[in-house]
T-cell receptor, first 116, second 111 residues
Framework: DTGVSQNPRHKITKRGQNVTFRCDPI?????LYWYRQTLGQGPEFLTY????????KSRLLSDRFSAERPKGSFSTLEIQRTEQGDSAMYLC??????????????FGEGSWLTVV | DQQVKQNSPSLSVQEGRISILNCDYT??????FLWYKKYPAEGPTFLIS?????DKNEDGRFTVFLNKSAKHLSLHIVPSQPGDSAVYFC??????????FGTGTSLTVIP
């Protein structure tokens, strides 16, 4: 068990370009979450998957954002036509079942996005 | 609207003393609460949790207290150690799916 893995760890992109982040959850975890964190704020929920099904999306997840988990294992988060306001750390987390006692969500180290 | 609030952005404590970090929430339906610790350039690390049916949970040097009537929880670290210096986030959920995080408190433990 190597924990939740995210890559790339850092991405600098020009405004208007597309970026994609990948998350590999803890192997036996069936739930996968995406959060976003900006400076001075706590993580904000974006979306979560139960296996390959995307079950909930935040209103923060605009049409330019798309997340997939095609085989119920790794997930990708794509941001199209990036804007400077997209600059943030994108955090992936996973859990075995819902995030209750015994099913704590575990975070990866995050992917930093800077849009210039 | 911020459903989970941490009103103290920073806290400094002497090594060996108690650190008390506070968190308030507005949604009385939240039924599970967690504390995470975060070092710079890393993702949050789970520290301790508490269900709404309890008012206290202890794990080594860390104790979380929950006061449902006041919609308040706190994290006590005793004794504080320099390695505890980090940003601490409290989080709450009512479904186990979406977690609401506070803005964090930066703890500095002075040797």
């Amino acid at each position: 068990d190597t924990g939740v893995s995210q890559n790339p760890r850092h991405k600098i992109t020009k405004r208007g370009q597309n970026v994609t982040f990948r998350c590999d959850p803890i192997s036996e975890h069936n739930r996968l979450y995406w959060y976003r964190q900006t400076l001075g704020q706590g993580p904000e929920f974006l979306t979560y998957f139960q296996n390959e099904a995307q079950l909930e999306k935040s209103r923060l997840l605009s049409d330019r954002f798309s997340a997939e988990r095609p085989k119920g294992s790794f997930s990708t988060l794509e941001i199209q036509r990036t804007e400077q306001g997209d600059s943030a750390m994108y955090l992936c987390a996973s859990s075995l079942g819902g995030g209750y006692t015994g099913n704590t969500i575990y975070f990866g180290e995050g992917s930093w996005l800077t849009v210039v | 609207d911020q459903q989970v609030k941490q009103n103290s952005p920073s806290l400094s404590v002497q090594e060996g003393r108690i650190s008390i970090l506070n968190c308030d929430y507005t949604n009385s339906m939240f039924d599970y609460f967690l504390w995470y610790k975060k070092y710079p350039a890393e993702g949050p690390t789970f520290l301790i949790s508490i269900s709404s049916i309890k008012d206290k949970n202890e794990d080594g040097r860390f104790t979380v207290f929950l006061n449902k009537s006041a919609k308040h929880l706190s994290l006590h670290i005793v004794p504080s150690q320099p390695g505890d210096s980090a940003v601490y986030f409290c989080a709450a959920t009512l479904t186990g799916n979406q977690f609401y995080f506070g803005t964090g408190t930066s703890l500095t433990v002075i040797p």
